[in-house]
């Protein structure tokens, strides 16, 4: 499985890191990989997110309260960052 962590849904970098995913895909799951997403948005809204990038149907957890962000020690980031 690759967990891909998200900022929020204006994030550039989140963007582009989605469109590589995209990208990706299918040579990433032709060798086994399953994509799961991760994010501090809506299920609702990281659902339309993601549908722009054909990544839809990708497993994804809503997380505003950011648990898992905690859990996996991912520290708020700085707009100097």
């Not at 659902?47 to 898992?68: E, N």
């Amino acid at each position: 499985v690759l967990v891909t962590f998200l900022r929020h849904s204006g994030c550039t970098f989140c963007r582009e890191a989605l469109a590589d995913l995209s990208r990706s895909r299918s040579q990433l799951e032709g060798q086994g990989v399953r994509l799961a997403l991760v994010h501090m948005s809506s299920e609702a809204d990281g659902a339309a997110l993601f549908s722009q990038y054909a990544l839809g149907d990708v497993d994804q957890f809503s997380d505003p309260d950011r648990r898992l962000y905690r859990a996996f020690e991912l520290q708020r980031g700085r707009l100097s960052q």
